[in-house]
């Protein structure tokens, strides 16, 4: 009896696997045969940034870059091709795109976003500079509030500037900057001397900051938080108008 237990549990285990098994190829072949139903677009806005909208996401994932996706055939997909037109827009950092068991398409994107803005004397010839020192342009959606870097001398600065050794200093900076909500806010405008060296203005008070070479950044910049902690509440806000941090464990004010 047991013996014929056993054996009657086996069929029926067998049996079951099978019959799920079988029903799981039923829902793939079914799942995969299936036309596409809706587009689902999600952009994670982590930074608060809406350089790209959903529709502009929805406009980028059609056949061809012509038809619309719903009603698409699976033989007709080519999901990589969807996800690598959307990696190819600007301001897009990373994308997903994969289909669910409804045949509904779902579009993941990830923005980039800039940590800074290189100004021109005609501001229709800025743009927006990334946290990898690629250029991005100006959106008419969304205007970041990044910090503006010109170079003195009213020549240009483009974003190659920030791609060799020289310039991943400066780029450095920047995210030093973009990093720290307290100097983000605080620092106005920064400038690139021709000799390479830094100065910024602020947002409260009129002094001009001489940082120096883009180099012991956060050591600079404690100095910088010793005057603003010290000197101001003493003396006022506009006793001086310059604030040396050039050198080393020096603070130098006129």
């Not at 047991?2 to 799981?24: D, E, M, Q």
């Not at 997903?96 to 803005?117: K, M």
Request: aromatic share 10%.
């Amino acid at each position: 009896m047991k013996l014929k237990r056993k054996i009657h549990n086996v069929v029926f285990a067998t049996g079951t696997l099978l019959l799920l098994g079988g029903l799981a190829v039923f829902a793939g072949v079914k799942q995969a045969n299936r036309p596409v139903g809706q587009v689902i677009v999600t952009i994670n806005n982590e930074f608060n940034n809406y350089f790209i909208s959903e529709q502009e996401v929805t406009n980028l994932l059609t056949r061809g870059g012509e038809r619309r996706l719903e009603g698409t055939p699976p033989d007709e997909l080519d999901l990589p091709a969807l996800e690598a037109r959307l990696k190819a827009h600007s301001f897009v950092k990373d994308a997903q795109v994969y289909r669910d068991l409804s045949g509904n398409i779902h579009a993941e994107v990830r923005q980039n976003r800039p940590i800074a803005r290189l100004t021109h004397s005609d501001t229709r010839l800025d743009s927006y500079l990334d946290a990898d020192g690629h250029k991005l342009p100006l959106s008419s959606l969304f205007t970041a509030r990044v910090v503006p870097v010109a170079r003195q001398g009213g020549i240009p600065l483009a974003a190659s500037f920030f791609q060799d050794s020289t310039g991943q200093r400066y780029l450095e900076l920047l995210r030093y900057i973009d990093e720290k909500p307290f100097w983000r806010a605080q620092i106005a405008e920064v400038f690139i001397g021709s000799n390479g060296k830094v100065s910024f203005t602020q947002q409260v008070g009129d002094q001009r900051v001489e940082f120096g070479f883009p180099e012991n950044i956060s050591e600079k910049f404690a100095k910088l938080m010793v005057f603003y902690r010290q000197i101001p509440p003493a003396l006022g806000w506009n006793t001086y108008h310059r604030v040396n941090v050039e050198f080393k464990d020096q603070i130098i004010c006129e």
